[in-house]
């Protein structure tokens, strides 16, 4: 795979090791697949679920699984021919079905909005894609994991990814384990271990060869080894809080822009606090540009046909809370947004500042109440699924949780977000100008955080591509 | 009311009344004694768990001592604590929380001398809050020991909390740490599933048993909307169903630390065990009542029956005994005061019987005089011409002696008639009363010999059923025929022109005292009589035949009763009539002698 020299982390060895070990800290599962549920999995599906493109760290599309491309209807659509080595892991040679397949077959609700809106075959290795927007280059939604093409199979681990390259995958209790199919001796075995963080030292202990981490103390022992270098990835990840509520602007059809009062934003002192103190993860204030805060170029209109889907349902409280608690909420398995969330409790119990207090759009009667004891504000961990129905929404007083710090796509991005909720737009709103929605008045940054890799002497190469993720080299 | 009915009423009464007594007396003691029991053990439960609290004071206080001594020692500590390295910001935000995970402890939080947290174990992100409050409460307490509210971001919880103080260079920290008094702590503290152990503290309850804390949670809901929550409460009455003891401790609320209040922790025993065993003994009492009683009125119903029956067979006896009827038997073998009764009632007949013998020989003789009368009339009427020939010829003899042949040819057929006279009426009065002559007879022979004579027509059948070596009877042989013979023309003359059945039966069998007889049934399938009839049919010229002298069963009678013998009728209209005549038999040896007699 071609990696840009400004992206390479640490440059390919000379000669090629045998068995890499690298271990993960989050708990990963092929059962997620396509669709990364930590930084664990998105460092392994990386690897594993060949997207048709992919980008480097400077935003520039890189073949993966297409070779090619080519547009068409004014960026709307695009077709793009598949790799001649493009095959799934099993070396079943990869054609336009099994893309068009792939896509259709598995409609999980959180691929829905990177895939395109019409997709169709132009040959045995050529696919067709239509999107709701125009693209001036290759739609780079389409090297969003949740774009991968894959297909379930009845043999374990139960699904099959594709690449360039024929994998056998095995997985264990301990370990997924990676080796280059047949005769293949130009790349390693993998073996990718989970571990809990206190057992990360032990791994270092061991002679792991990669370390994925965002434990300072970990990070701290693996200075003190000579042998393991530690590389940090890029901030590609930035906290923010969301606060329920109707963006400060939008327009419809026949009315005029309508004005929300604003709610207020931390000052840098206070996100450099939080940064600080309150995460135990490597965090820095969030720094500006925030990509959502300008999305005057994501053009929509319902003369296009645009509209959001509509969504239902409400998310229910836990039995037993009382319903006047008010929440702020967190994803299981997320500890900077527990950090975070109950930093903010904290303040706010305490008699935060205005600042914080409007972050949170808690009103000042509620804040009386809060610091009084009359009224509870709690941090509470949801589950992934939890977390997403809440926020949808809007049952909650603040979400805490982390977005992209450079996405594929942020218009695609808010279409999204603007789609999920149930309380950003108000439901009689059919087309919305993204340009003139404030999101800044709901999302909140908090802190940016990033990963590190430790890595055992020069047995592999590392670069690092949009989103911040590694990937692997070999010679 | 029957004697019977009585009888049950009175036994079944009894036995359930005995019954009640005694269950609930077993669950008036069984109550006092297991309630005086669960009350000891919650109070030695309660007593238990006040020297366990001190004792899990003093092990926080120690830890407290320890952690102290680490903190003074620690240089990462100090450094960020007094010199306010901002490098080690983290290690003094993280201390409390890995000093509590080392020491076990659920709370813990260490403030500078202004109040503020600068290191809290249970809600890290805690930190820069200012609260002297806490640090001041906690010193008013009771021997420094106090339930704590212990905030977290998620939720807040009652620590058992102590305070100790340390000092680092020329500035004072205040640690206050301490165990979660949740349901985990509590159910340490119960040891036991029958008891509980609750906490009831101003802004909330936990108890070690979930069922236990939902009521505390209702009931004290309750208490709080009739705004009663600030007053003593009394858990005994809040829980009438548990034996309560209440022990209290100071409770510093989250709402103005420096506000004590107080907290109880509550060791309750449920009645339920009792009230479980008490429905179990009401079923099983329940249950031996209703067994109990039906076996008593089993029991009532047989010994009533026991007792009333032989009464009232001997009330039906006596009730068809009168004079014409002295043939019922009253068992003399019977034991006990019903024994008593039926002997008596048995020589009362006797003696009935005997004054009725007697009273027929007194008819008897009445009759023989009304009969001598007549036969004085009688014997004069025919010796008055006898005695006027003579009278006549002596007149003759003493005035004309040769008129006495003459006279006596006159008067010859004067004589001749009264003689004839008075020879028809010896032969006559003779055949009135014949004299008894007993001998030993068999029946079966003398109903042969009836049988013989007996004319039947029509479709009438006349069976036999003679039993074989019947015994012999000493009586006259004559009468016997005269009797069988009443009888059977009586059956046969029933029957009319029939269809019908007469049937004679013979057999051996005993009397009601168990002496034995020889019984003769004659029955037919004739009309039948009604009562009217029955109670007429023996009296003297009584007859429903025309042309009838109404002497037949009336003499029937008589022979029997004059030969030793009982006669029985009965007879249901449209199915026929029975009669059924016992004479004593004669024993073996008493039958051995008569046939000698007989022969010789």
């Not at chain 2, 003994?281 to 076996?295: E, G, K, Q, S, Y």
Request: aromatic share 6%; glycine share 8%.
């Amino acid at each position: 795979m071609p990696e840009s020299g400004d992206c390479v982390l640490v440059p390919r060895p000379a000669v090629a090791a045998d068995t890499i070990t690298i271990s993960l800290s989050d708990n990963v599962l092929l059962e997620h697949a396509p669709i990364p549920h930590n930084l664990g999995e998105r460092f392994l599906y990386r690897h594993l679920f060949g997207t048709l493109i992919t980008l480097d760290c400077n935003g520039r599309p890189l073949p993966d699984l297409a070779r090619s491309w080519r547009s068409g209807n004014r960026g709307q659509r695009w077709e793009l021919t598949l790799s001649d080595d493009a095959q799934f892991w099993d070396g079943t040679r990869l054609t336009a079905d099994h893309v068009v397949n792939s896509w259709r077959e598995n409609t999980d609700v959180q691929r829905l909005g990177v895939l395109p809106e019409s997709v169709s075959v132009k040959g045995d290795r050529v696919v067709s894609v239509g999107f709701r927007r125009s693209y001036q280059a290759v739609p780079p939604v389409l090297a969003d994991p949740a774009a991968a093409v894959f297909r379930h199979t009845r043999e374990r681990p139960g699904i099959q990814g594709a690449g360039v390259r024929a994998f056998d995958v095995s997985v264990s209790s301990e370990m997924i384990s990676v080796s280059p199919a047949g005769h293949d001796r130009s790349q390693p075995t993998l073996h990718f271990r989970t571990v809990v963080q206190l057992q990360q030292r032990d791994m270092i202990d061991r002679g792991i060869d990669l370390l994925l981490t965002d434990d300072t103390q970990v990070l701290e022992y693996a200075a003190t080894r000579v042998d393991y270098v530690s590389v940090p990835l890029p901030w590609n990840r930035t906290y923010v809080v969301a606060a329920p509520g109707p963006v400060t602007q939008y327009v419809t059809h026949d009315s005029a822009a309508v004005d929300e009062p604003s709610i207020g934003h931390l000052g840098v002192d206070a996100r450099q606090a939080l940064a600080r103190d309150a995460v135990r993860s490597e965090a820095r204030a969030a720094e500006p540009p925030f990509w959502w805060e300008d999305l005057s170029h994501c053009q929509v209109s319902a003369e296009n046909g645009f509209s959001y889907p509509s969504r239902s349902g409400r998310a229910g409280r836990p039995t037993g809370e009382t319903d006047r608690s008010l929440r702020v909420v967190y994803q299981r398995g997320d500890p900077v947004g527990r950090d975070l969330a109950e930093r903010l409790v904290a303040l706010s119990s305490a008699g935060a500042s205005e600042d914080v207090l409007a972050v949170l759009r808690i009103r000042p009667s509620q804040a009386e109440s809060i610091v009084s004891g009359d009224k509870r504000l709690l941090a509470r961990e949801l589950t992934r699924d939890g977390f997403v129905a809440s926020l949808q929404a809007g049952s909650d007083q603040a979400y805490v949780f982390h977005l992209p710090s450079r996405p594929l796509s942020e218009c695609v991005w808010a279409d999204d977000f603007i789609a999920m909720t149930d309380w950003l737009v108000p439901s009689e709103v059919s087309a919305v100008s993204l340009s003139r929605i404030r999101f800044g008045r709901s999302l909140t940054p908090l802190v940016d955080t990033r990963s590190h890799l430790v890595v055992r002497g020069n047995r592999i190469g590392l670069s690092f591509g949009w989103d911040g993720t590694a990937i692997l080299h070999y010679p | 009311m029957s004697l019977r009915s009585r009888l049950m009423m009175a036994f079944t009464a009894l036995v359930v009344v005995a019954l009640v007594v005694v269950g609930i007396g077993i669950r008036y003691n069984m109550g006092l004694r297991l309630t005086e029991q669960f009350q000891r053990r919650v109070q030695a439960l309660a007593l238990n768990i006040e020297a366990e609290l001190r004792s899990e004071s003093e092990g926080i206080g120690l830890t407290l001592r320890a952690l102290v001594a680490e903190m003074q020692e620690d240089n990462r500590f100090r450094q960020a604590s007094i010199q306010g390295a901002s490098s080690d910001r983290q290690y003094l935000l993280d201390f409390a929380g890995n000093a509590m995970r080392l020491s076990g402890l659920s709370m813990l939080q260490i403030q500078d001398d202004s109040g503020r947290i600068i290191s809290s174990g249970h809600f890290r992100n805690e930190y820069d809050r200012r609260e002297p409050e806490l640090l001041s409460a906690m010193r008013d307490s009771l021997n420094g020991m106090a339930l704590v509210s212990a905030r977290t971001a998620s939720a807040p919880f009652v620590a058992l909390a102590r305070h100790d103080v340390a000092r680092i260079g020329d500035r004072w920290f205040s640690l206050i740490g301490g165990h979660s008094v949740e349901r985990q702590f509590l159910n340490g503290l119960a040891g036991d599933q029958e008891l509980a152990v609750s906490l009831v503290y101003t802004d909330g309850v936990a108890s070690s048993q979930a069922e236990l804390e939902v009521r505390l949670s209702r009931a004290m809901s309750l208490l709080e909307e009739e705004g009663r929550v600030e007053t003593d409460i009394d858990f005994g009455t809040v829980f009438s169903d548990q034996i309560v003891t209440e022990i209290s401790l100071p409770y510093v609320m989250p709402r103005g630390r420096e506000r004590i209040s107080t907290a109880t922790i509550l060791v309750t025993h449920p009645l339920t065990q009792l009230e479980e065993l008490r429905r179990s003994i009401d079923i099983w009492f329940i249950a031996a009542i209703v067994v109990t009683a039906a076996a008593a009125l089993a029991v009532a119903t047989w010994l009533s029956s026991w007792l009333s029956r032989p009464l009232a067979e001997l009330a039906g006896k006596t009730s068809i005994v009168d004079l014409d009827r002295l043939d019922v038997g009253f068992d003399r073998s019977l034991k006990g005061e019903v024994g008593a009764l039926s002997r008596l009632l048995a020589a009362m007949t006797d003696r009935l019987r005997d004054s009725v013998t007697r009273l027929r020989h007194v008819e008897r003789r009445a009759t023989t005089g009304e009969i001598a009368r007549q036969v004085n009339h009688d014997i004069k009427n025919g010796l008055i011409p006898i005695r006027n020939v003579l009278h006549h010829l002596q007149q003759l003899a003493e005035e004309d002696q040769n008129q006495v042949v003459a006279v006596l040819r006159e008067r010859q057929t004067t004589l001749n008639s009264s003689i004839g006279y008075l020879e028809n009426l010896a032969a006559n009065y003779a055949r009135l009363y014949p004299e008894v002559k007993r001998q030993s007879c068999d029946l079966n022979s003398v109903i042969g010999q009836v049988g013989q004579n007996v004319k039947s027509e029509g479709q009438i059948q006349v069976r036999s059923d003679l039993a074989e070596r019947l015994q012999r009877v000493m009586r006259d042989p004559v009468f016997l025929r005269r009797i069988f013979e009443n009888l059977l023309g009586n059956a046969i003359e029933a029957v009319g022109a029939g269809p019908g059945d007469v049937t004679i039966l013979t057999r051996s069998s005993k009397d009601s005292s168990g002496r034995p007889v020889v019984q003769t049934v004659i029955g037919d399938t004739g009309p039948g009589m009604s009562e009217e009839q029955l109670e007429m049919a023996f009296q003297d010229f009584y007859t429903t035949r025309p042309g009838g002298t109404g002497l037949g069963l009336s003499v029937v009678r008589r022979l029997v009763l004059d030969m030793a013998g009982t006669l029985k009728v009965e007879s249901e209209p449209g199915v026929g009539t029975r009669f059924t005549i016992e004479f004593p038999a004669l024993t073996s040896q008493e039958n051995h002698e008569g046939l000698a007699s007989d022969s010789g």
